[in-house]
């Protein structure tokens, strides 16, 4: 795993898991790509910490799949305050100067994987 990469998605971990807002949003870049159920599109890291407050969502990490020197997969279990039973989810991020500059949650690693990929190929084309 690339050090800046891991260290920076691990530090959005930790600040999410610890409901942090602070330290939530000066984990992201101005702005961050989100990805999720109800949406997706660019938020600024106030909004970010907003999310973190409002969905009570905990993400623990349990595999790493490195895509790029910026990006990398992560499969986590999600839980949410109404339900304690965790969830199996795949999160692409994005890291750009130490920070969180996307995290795009999918149901799977299959759909994450395919994501990735493109991400990886039309950054490579720029």
Request: proline share 7%.
């Amino acid at each position: 795993m690339h050090s800046v990469l891991e260290a920076a998605i691990n530090e959005w971990h930790e600040s999410v898991n610890e409901r942090d807002l602070e330290r939530s949003a000066r984990a992201v870049g101005n702005p961050i790509v989100v990805l999720g159920p109800k949406g997706a599109g660019p938020i600024t890291p106030g909004q970010f910490a907003e999310w973190v407050e409002r969905s009570g969502i905990t993400l623990r990490p349990q595999s790493w799949h490195p895509i790029s020197e910026r990006l990398m997969i992560v499969e986590e279990d999600a839980t949410w305050p109404e339900s304690k039973t965790p969830t199996r989810v795949a999160t692409v991020f994005r890291v750009a100067d130490g920070k969180v500059t996307a995290a795009l949650r999918l149901p799977n690693l299959r759909q994450a994987l395919e994501l990735a990929y493109i991400c990886r190929e039309m950054a490579a084309t720029e």
